[in-house]
Nanobody, 123 residues
């Protein structure tokens, strides 16, 4: 599975962005998916996850009620809607795929990774 993340950019605090993750090489309908982010000088952290059907979503406390993960298996796409952005949300955002029923919160739970897309939030 190849993953391509896009949609990052520069936005003011309080603004919104929609990140997309396009999968190719294999249908991701049986994969659970996740979004992670990595800020400069920090470890990669889990942001949100979604199971294969899209019925189960989970979020890190820091983004709960602001970010929404979704997927369209027919299009082989996963999305992350970012609302009410804060400067501390600035990071490179990565999408990841897991062969398991739910990838979980750790990077070790995911076998496939995209290249990342940069989100910069100005104050």
């Amino acid at each position: 599975v190849q993953l391509q993340a896009s949609g990052g950019g520069l936005v003011q605090a309080g603004g919104s962005l929609r990140l997309s993750c396009a999968a190719s090489g294999r249908a991701i309908s049986t994969y659970s998916m996740g979004w992670f982010r990595q800020a400069p000088g920090k470890e990669r952290e889990w942001v949100a996850g979604i199971n294969w059907s899209g019925r189960i979503m989970d979020y890190a406390d820091s983004v709960k009620a602001r970010f929404t993960i979704s997927r369209d298996n027919a299009k082989n796409m996963v999305y992350l809607q970012l609302n009410s952005l804060k400067p501390e949300d600035t990071a490179v955002y990565y999408c990841a795929a897991s062969r398991g029923p739910y990838g979980g919160y750790d990077t070790s739970g995911y076998e496939y990774w995209g290249q990342g897309t940069l989100v910069t939030v100005s104050s």
